[in-house]
């Protein structure tokens, strides 16, 4: 499996596996373990979700060694500002009964909190209970307020991106790019998995492959690390499968056409 470099210094699976709206904890533990089985290494969560929990068991149940997993979770808006993040990651680690995450994230600028929130986890990176620090749904105008403010580099910004928000996406695509951050692409599969389109089955039926995998395969050749999420262990497996074969530079432009600036989430400019 092909890795990316965190800029702290470790390597990261190029995709992983996404859990919102995976239902219960118990729906949870059976799609991470089914994901585990599968290859995935890179897990993401967040308090949010509501899935911890059942996130944790997985793993444990799993038999991998806890350094061979990367876990992801998010910091809720309501617990941004110093104290109530230190909290958050703490009852964080409990739901899910690591000792550890290798990577915490500001879910959404939301508040003007996030900053001191950034000050603790700073606090956390230093002391070895995050092992990297990120943030989620930042903008240009949010990771340039944030830079400067600490030593802490964030390593991720999670943001959603799939071809419909290619061209509203390409200014924090370059801006993290220039600034060494990996962009973990949310929401990758969702709009596609609904209505998918000639332009993305032509392709899929040309190379053999399931529409899914050339997206996915489309967000890996943009330098970002998708989170494809689903319950069905067909669709787990499949959708790891994505390293055997290259889109050419016309799919690629084919793909970044698809624009139309329709998001799954919110649009996170003038937050907080
Ligand atoms: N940071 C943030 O603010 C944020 C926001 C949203 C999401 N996220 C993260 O990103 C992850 C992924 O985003 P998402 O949850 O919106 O889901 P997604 O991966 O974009 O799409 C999931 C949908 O696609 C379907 N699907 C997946 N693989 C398929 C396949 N091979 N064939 C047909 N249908 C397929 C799934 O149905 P089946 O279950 O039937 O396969 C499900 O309905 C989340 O789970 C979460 O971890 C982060």
Not at 127 to 141: D, H, L, P, Q, R
Not at 174 to 182: A, P, S, T, V
Request: with cysteine.
């Amino acid at each position: 499996m092909r890795q990316y470099h965190l800029n702290t210094g470790r390597n990261v699976p190029v995709i992983g596996f996404g859990t919102w709206q995976i239902g219960s904890d118990d729906a949870a533990k059976a799609a991470v373990l089914t994901a585990l089985e599968a290859g995935y290494r890179v897990i993401d969560t967040a308090r949010i979700y509501g899935n911890e929990r059942g996130v944790g068991a997985a793993i444990r149940e799993s038999g991998l060694k806890r350094e061979d997993i990367f876990v992801t979770t998010k910091l809720w808006n309501d617990d941004q500002g110093h104290d109530r993040t230190l909290q958050a990651c703490q009852r964080s680690l409990e739901r899910l009964g690591l000792s550890y995450l290798d990577l915490y994230l500001i879910h959404w600028p939301a508040t003007s909190r996030r900053h001191d929130s950034w000050q603790a986890f700073e606090e956390l990176y230093q002391e070895g209970t995050i092992k990297a620090a990120g943030v989620s749904n930042y903008t240009v105008e949010h990771l340039e307020d944030l830079d400067g403010r600490g030593e802490l580099l964030p390593a991720v910004n999670q943001v959603e991106f799939h071809p419909f928000i290619y061209e509203q996406q390409r200014a924090v695509l370059e801006y993290c790019r220039q600034h060494d951050i990996l962009v973990e692409a949310y929401s990758p599969l969702s709009r596609i998995s609904s209505s998918p389109r000639p332009a993305i089955t032509n392709i899929a039926k040309r190379l053999g492959k399931t529409p899914q995998q050339v997206v996915l395969r489309w967000c890996i050749q943009h330098g970002t690390l998708p989170l494809p999420r689903s319950t069905k262990p067909d669709h787990i497996a499949s959708n790891f499968d994505i390293n055997s074969f290259e889109l050419t530079d016309d799919d690629m432009r084919a793909l970044n056409g698809l624009s139309d600036g329709q998001r799954v989430t919110w649009d996170p400019a003038g937050m907080g």
